[in-house]
């Protein structure tokens, strides 16, 4: 197919999407700690996510979308941005904050400067990751990005068994993990963010904006299902405790690097979690009690049910406003969540549970597929949003990195997986992306496995001192579209922002989802995989090594 025709394609649909020939609206939902493990949208309809669930019907959702790094904050940062998190220098805690290399053009901020009325509510970058640097949440953490005033979360009742930390009542103390709470949707703070919403659509259907020459871009932050997993009584009411599925991979991999694992830090910090998740009861090798999984998943998947409605809510004031007819809809997680896969409880790994995360769209006009099996990155979203609305588009930034001062982005659009099924990426001159790149940085060296029968480790790695013990390390991961993971540990200078390349890496792991799709052997070493494993290798140091 020709280019220009492919080009002609783009704007009919366009064009179709808004009837008028206005430019689009733009409705991006952002759900935190959202695993893809829910409903009819992923195939696990033990959870409960009828809302969502219409994306299937009415959209498309991706099954092989991935972040950059599976925290909230950098991981925002970098989906905001459309950078990744060795450009934003935004990774580890207290550096979180999407500016803190200097001001990107964010997301947001591109709709306002393309004449769009943005608006913002809740959870969308880090909440005051920036505050330090004058942009508070309260004016929405990037002040340039929005048009209206700001609407952070309202001083909310509860926040587990203690009041919630945005409460002056508040006495620094995490309080439980979970609880089932007496209060309705919206006394709680998700259930308020859905009802400004709502009341929102319905004033900028008043106002004239989101027709004609007002398109708007309006971003919802939705906290659940976070930490603490609370949520109304009903709920919690739609799962037997009994009946919740227990984790398939409940123990680390073996031969994973020592290291390698997360021991759940995030929930340890809560009173009721901290005694189950001590030493003492659990270890690399020791799980909490299959009762304690099951009361935790339990919890979890209430919470997830709870932001559902919440999206319905959303989803159904769109339609009444007649909003549906031309708005592309967007809604994201920032990361996914271990439930007691791979012995871990929370994101912090590369891991497939903690990077593949939540990705669903909704576009008028195009092509909507139901499931896509096609494999993207989070930092591909700001570009795809771009080109579906038509607006100008921004330069892909070359090289493996550029400064904030350069207004370039990272990622690849895939407009073209809602086009006609003619309208290809190679017929517009491109393939499909064939891998995703994540990382995460550990405090002191990720050693090889233990060799055992003379395999497990390389023979050239020197185990007795394989680095300080307190420098950092960062584990680059790439995940193929051919179903393989590889991961490799190197030594990462937190100034420069780079990884020494120079030496072996420390440690490996290469996981087959073709025959292992709960990661439960890691085949780094083994003679079957060499080819495997040094394909992705190289393919590793071409994205990272930004000294060669």
């Not at 780094?524 to 995989?529: G, K, L």
Request: net charge negative; aromatic share 10%; glycine share 8%.
């Amino acid at each position: 197919m020709a280019l220009s025709t492919v080009c002609l394609q783009l704007l009919t649909m366009t064009a179709v999407m808004t009837a008028t020939g206005a430019k689009p609206n733009v409705l991006m939902i952002a759900i935190d700690d959202l695993r893809p493990l829910f409903g009819e949208a992923f195939n696990v309809t033990e959870v409960k996510t009828p809302n969502m669930d219409k994306f299937v019907e009415l959209g498309t959702v991706m099954q092989h979308s991935y972040v950059q790094i599976a925290v909230c904050g950098p991981s925002r940062s970098s989906i905001l941005t459309g950078r990744r998190p060795d450009t934003t220098h935004s990774m580890t805690p207290g550096s979180w904050c999407w500016s803190n290399r200097g001001q990107f053009l964010t997301l947001p901020h591109y709709f306002k400067s393309n004449g769009y009325v943005t608006a913002g509510s809740g959870k969308i970058f880090h909440p005051d990751a920036c505050a330090k640097s004058g942009q508070p949440h309260s004016v929405g953490d990037d002040p340039n990005a929005w048009s209206l005033p700001y609407f952070p979360e309202p001083e909310c009742v509860q926040w587990g068994s203690v009041p919630c930390p945005r409460s002056k009542y508040w006495n620094g103390t995490m309080g439980d993990s979970w609880m089932v709470s007496p209060l309705d949707d919206d006394q709680l703070t998700d259930g308020q963010l859905a009802a400004h919403a709502v009341k929102r659509l319905a004033n900028f259907s008043q106002q004239g904006i989101g027709s004609g020459e007002k398109p708007f871009f309006m971003a919802v932050g939705f906290h659940k299902p976070h930490l603490p997993h609370i949520a109304p009584k009903k709920y919690f009411d739609m799962y037997d405790v009994d009946q919740i599925s227990l984790p398939p991979n409940p123990n680390v991999p073996s031969k994973m690097p020592r290291g390698a694992w997360y021991n759940s830090a995030e929930m340890q910090s809560y009173v009721d979690a901290h005694k189950q998740f001590a030493a003492e009861n659990f270890t690399e090798v020791h799980p909490i009690t299959d009762s304690d999984k099951r009361m935790h998943r339990r919890a979890y998947f209430a919470s997830t049910s709870y932001v559902d409605a919440q999206v319905g809510r959303v989803m159904d004031a769109l339609a009444s406003t007649g909003f549906d007819k031309n708005t592309i809809v967007v809604l994201w997680s920032d990361h996914g969540w271990h439930l007691g896969d791979t012995n871990s409880w929370g994101k912090c790994t590369n891991f497939e549970a903690a990077t593949r995360n939540t990705l669903m769209w909704r576009v008028p006009g195009g092509q909507n597929k139901g499931k896509s099996g096609r494999l993207v990155e989070m930092l591909d979203l700001y570009p795809t949003l771009i080109e579906l609305t038509g607006l100008p588009s921004l330069d892909t930034c070359t090289g493996h990195d550029q400064p904030p001062t350069v207004n370039c982005l990272q990622g690849e659009s895939y407009a073209s997986e809602f086009m006609p099924d003619d309208v290809t990426d190679t017929a517009r001159g491109k393939e499909p992306k064939k891998y995703a790149f994540s990382q995460w940085l550990y405090v002191g060296p990720v050693l090889p496995p233990i060799a055992s029968n003379g395999s497990g480790r390389p023979e050239d790695i020197d185990l007795e001192n394989p680095a300080a013990p307190d420098l950092i390390h960062v584990g680059y991961t790439v995940r193929s579209q051919d179903g393989y993971r590889f991961t490799e540990y190197l030594p990462y200078n937190q100034t420069t922002f780079t990884a020494d390349w120079s030496r072996p890496g420390l440690a490996r792991e290469l996981y087959d989802y073709n025959i292992d799709s709960h990661e439960t052997t890691n085949q780094a070493y083994n003679p079957s995989y060499a080819s495997t494993e040094s394909q992705l290798h190289k393919v590793l140091m071409a994205q990272f090594d930004y000294i060669s």
